[in-house]
């Protein structure tokens, strides 16, 4: 899923990152689940130098994104951006992110930061992470289902590798080190061009029968609300995403000129009763009558807000947090509710983090 206009979190400090003495404790990307997986096994020693790094790849439908990430701090060392070009089909598209991957490998050697304890790969699409499978992908990227994501990842790069669904990725990243770190059960939810989820339940990232749960955009809001891009009606996606900010802009009375999200958080501080604060605070609404739901079932510790959207801040949460306190049941009434933390790498850190997943063996 695209996700445009992450905040950016600008870290990176290589002093630290070479004379700092790290202790690596590689664990699930929630803190509280310590069992050991097989291939990155908890140290309470100075570990080999190479074992402080991780390899992160995010394969979405306009760019692949990949990253060395310290993976004590999620700090980017070194970090790669090339165009998708998803027309040119699935092989064509997994070939490019090897040979990005290969290159991070190669200038992590050079630069003397040695080898990646692993990979993580967060891409679009339907990911079983058991087999390390593309099950299913729209036509963002065509020909990418079938795709054998993990074994080619291993096969190329000779490390231990474990992939997911991007969104997925991007929660791992964020209760590793950003918005959700220390929680056992967290709700995240990236609005952007589309809706996205992700489950932790128990620390663990929930994924259902072969990768296909977590898709909280497809929570149905309005039983014959407008139709949704998976053939049902009146899904979340169609509420809370950023083509349905810009429709109620519109539908307001907002700018019709004005056909990208980017410019509603100013004219909303500008106008604070005008058509884009309206928009946004009925956006921020419907996000938190689907919080209500959520709320209920899952009884998370918090809830994090990622995506393009989580950039208009409390003038979108402030009215889901009313939303959830008004009509959550009293247990969950106050479960916070909170912009994700980890910015523009976002994606890459969230990929290294599926490195630290625990696959459950
Ligand atoms: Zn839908």
């Known amino acids: 899923m695209f996700l445009p206009g992450r905040l950016k979190r600008p870290r990176d400090s290589r002093t630290e990152l070479f ?3 790290i202790r690596v404790e590689l664990r699930a990307p929630c803190a509280a689940t310590p ?8 140290t309470t020693t100075m570990p080999p130098k190479h ?18 990430v310290d993976a004590s ?6 970090q790669e951006r090339v165009a998708t070009l998803a027309a040119d089909g699935g092989a064509a598209v997994l070939a490019r992110a090897l040979s990005l991957a ?3 490998r190669n200038a992590a050697r050079s630069q003397d930061i040695g080898e990646p304890a692993g990979v993580g790969v967060g891409a679009g699409g339907q990911i079983d992470p058991e087999t390390g499978v593309v099950v299913a992908a729209t036509d963002v990227l065509p020909g990418w289902a079938g795709t054998r994501l993990r074994d080619a990842f291993e096969e190329r790069l000779g490390l231990p590798a474990r992939v997911d669904n991007d969104v997925n990725a991007l929660a791992a990243g964020e209760c590793r080190w950003g918005a959700a770190q220390s929680a056992r059960n967290v709700v995240f939810l990236a609005l952007g061009t589309g809706v996205g989820g992700a489950l932790i339940v128990n620390g663990r990232l929930h994924h259902g029968a072969r990768g296909a749960g977590g898709e909280l955009g497809h929570l149905v809001v309005v039983p014959d609300g407008p139709p ?3 053939g049902g009606n009146g899904c979340l996606e169609q509420y809370a995403s950023g083509p349905a900010l810009l429709a109620r802009f519109h539908a307001l009375g907002g700018d019709p000129a004005i056909t990208h999200g980017t410019p509603l958080a100013d004219l909303a501080a500008r106008e604070p009763n005008g058509p884009a604060a309206r928009a946004i605070a009925e956006t921020g609404k419907w996000l938190g009558l689907s919080l209500v739901s ?3 079932v899952f009884g998370p510790d918090r809830f994090v807000i990622g995506g393009g959207l989580a ?8 009215p889901a947090r009313r939303v959830l306190t008004a009509r959550a049941l009293p247990g969950v009434r106050s479960v916070p509710i909170l912009p994700a933390a980890l910015g523009t790498s976002a994606s890459i850190v969230g990929a290294a983090a599926l490195a630290l997943e625990i696959t459950g063996d």
């Open 19 to 21: 004379f700092a003495s």
């Open 35 to 42: 069992a050991p997986s097989k291939w990155l096994l908890k």
């Open 51 to 68: 074992h402080n790094y991780l390899l992160g790849i995010d394969i979405g439908g306009t760019k692949i994104a990949g990253g060395i």
């Open 73 to 78: 701090t999620g700090a980017v060392l070194l």
């Open 102 to 104: 290969a290159r991070l």
């Open 228 to 230: 949704c891009t998976c």
């Open 294 to 296: 959520l709320a209920n």
């Open 311 to 318: 950039s208009l801040g409390d003038r979108l949460l402030d």
